[in-house]
């Protein structure tokens, strides 16, 4: 069912072109409404004007939180993430010497960097309005 995402447009199951088609109309409102977007969780009523039932979420955290706080929110949201990725990712491949006297820091390091970067794909997929 993930890989439905990837495929050729007239090969998408009915899930995967809505998927995309949110995904669409979110990054539309995103950029329509880029200083403060729509108001939080006001997604709801804005997926009415698209034609879809009140409530139906964009099924992507980054791009709904980026809809309805604008494009500024959608960056520092993003930048949370990758901050933390990447401040970790210099534990694990460049320790320091101090690291190397809290072994458990590295292994720390290692378990968070992989949750985060798989709840960064999950998110795309999903709408975790209460993250």
Do not use: C
């Amino acid at each position: 069912r993930f890989m439905s995402v990837f495929v050729d447009a007239d090969e998408r199951d009915a899930s995967a072109k809505s998927r995309q088609e949110l995904w669409s109309q979110g990054l539309s409102v995103m950029l329509n409404h880029p200083l403060a977007g729509i108001g939080p969780g006001q997604w709801d009523q804005e997926a009415a004007r698209f034609g879809w039932q009140a409530g139906k979420q964009v099924h992507s955290t980054w791009i709904q939180n980026g809809a309805e706080g604008g494009v500024l929110d959608f960056l520092i949201y993003i930048a949370f993430y990758l901050i933390v990725i990447f401040r970790l990712a210099r534990i694990i491949w460049a320790p320091s010497a101090q690291d190397y006297e809290r072994p458990s820091l590295l292994v720390i390091a290692r378990v968070v960097t992989v949750s985060l970067l798989g709840f960064a794909v999950a998110a795309q997929f999903v709408s975790a309005y209460s993250v």
